[in-house]
């Protein structure tokens, strides 16, 4: 997958919406997944969203209706877009990406061999 570098976190009010990239510089597969994790201060890293490259979207149930992975194909690039943000949204997001992830442990961050450095969502009150 190569290098990930996501972009777009900051600080946002509650109720607002945000939207964060991930463009990889990786080779692309058709079996490629791309998605998202994050990590708050003091909890697990937990997971989000993700997107094969040949279709399929995945979504845990806690953002299932408020965010969606976006993907713009000829950029390398997915999105997060985050709607209707509570101050719980306030963590490091973290872009992930691998060859091929079975769907059955899409969910799981050691499936996922690389990592972007994270980018920090604050949600303010």
């Known amino acids: 997958q190569g290098q990930l570098v996501e972009s777009g976190g900051g600080l946002v009010q509650a109720g607002c919406s945000l939207r964060l990239s991930c463009t990889t510089s990786?080779?692309?597969?058709?079996?490629?997944?791309m998605g998202w994790f994050r990590q708050a201060p003091g909890r697990e890293r937990s997971f989000l969203a993700a997107?094969?490259?040949?279709?399929?979207?995945y979504y845990a149930d806690s953002v299932k209706g408020r965010f969606t992975i976006p993907i713009d194909k000829p950029k390398n690039t997915v999105y997060l877009q985050m709607n209707s943000t509570t101050p719980e949204d306030t963590a490091t997001y973290y872009c992930?990406?691998?060859?091929?992830?079975?769907?059955?442990?899409?969910?799981?961050?050691?499936?996922?061999?690389?990592w972007g450095r994270g980018t920090q969502v604050t949600v303010s009150s």
């Open positions: 992930v990406g691998d060859r091929a992830v079975h769907p059955a442990t899409i969910q799981h961050p050691r499936e996922y061999h690389f």
């Open positions: 990786g080779r692309i597969f058709a079996s490629s997944v």
């Open positions: 997107i094969r490259w040949s279709g399929g979207t």
